[in-house]
């Protein structure tokens, strides 16, 4: 079974600072991964996603992700972030006909 | 307004009681899901719905149901079975382009036990 590691459950970051989440999976093909983020009390909003191609993903609000083979990993990043970016932000792989979820991580800005 | 709607936002349930998580799409999705989230352990899948009238147990199955009479509908019912059903349930349905996929997710409900 696949499975999603995002290593930091909590991240606190200044406004206007850069952005880096980390996720690693297990997969021994080519994944399909996506990045989703989610308000409190919200659903899960689509952020980017990666199937083929180009390596740097980019997404909706300002967000790029980089799929690194070598690595096993999709680490999503944000140059400069913003009060509003405060939520939780999920990694996730297809594996069959689901998806599988990271747990989560939680980011904080601080003004 | 294409989407998802889940139904009713918050939902309390007495003991024994059994309740059910209303999901709608208009987006012509086939394949609909439903998620339990509950705090730190991220999301984890309920039952699934590749098409009508067909549906497949996930990981966390036991003390839910399902049905799959109609494209636009994936209702949830959590059973006096699920002892520890206080979570918020997220409801997601998938567009298919060749064998990519894409899951979109509605807003959620909040069950709460009395």
């Known amino acids: 079974a696949q499975s999603v590691t995002q290593p930091d459950i909590h991240i606190t970051v200044s406004e206007g600072a850069s952005l880096e989440l980390r996720c690693n999976y297990s997969?021994?093909?080519?994944?399909?991964l996506f990045w989703y983020v989610q308000s409190p009390g919200q659903g899960l909003q689509l952020l980017l996603k990666y199937f083929s191609g180009d390596t740097l993903v980019q997404g909706i609000k300002g967000f790029e992700a980089e799929f690194k083979r070598s690595q096993s990993s999709f680490n999503l990043r944000k140059p400069s972030v913003h009060w509003s970016d405060a939520a939780e932000y999920f990694c996730a792989v297809v594996e069959g006909n689901k998806l599988v979820f990271g747990a989560g991580t939680i980011l904080r800005v601080k003004s | 307004d294409g989407g998802i709607t889940q139904s009713p936002k918050y939902l309390f349930r007495k003991e024994g009681q059994n309740v059910t998580l209303s999901c709608e799409q208009n987006l012509n999705h086939d394949a609909m899901y439903w998620y339990r989230q509950d705090p730190g352990q991220g999301l984890r899948l309920i039952y699934y719905s590749q098409i009508v009238n067909d549906f497949q147990k996930g990981d966390i199955a036991e003390g839910y149901s399902v049905s799959r009479e109609k494209k636009e509908s994936f209702p949830l019912t959590v059973t006096s079975a699920q002892k520890n059903p206080t979570a918020f349930y997220l409801c997601?349905?998938?567009?298919?382009?060749?064998?990519?996929?894409?899951?979109?997710f509605g807003p959620g409900t909040r069950l709460l036990v009395l």
């Open positions: 997969y021994g093909a080519t994944p399909y």
């Open positions: 997601a349905s998938t567009q298919r382009t060749g064998d990519q996929e894409t899951q979109y």
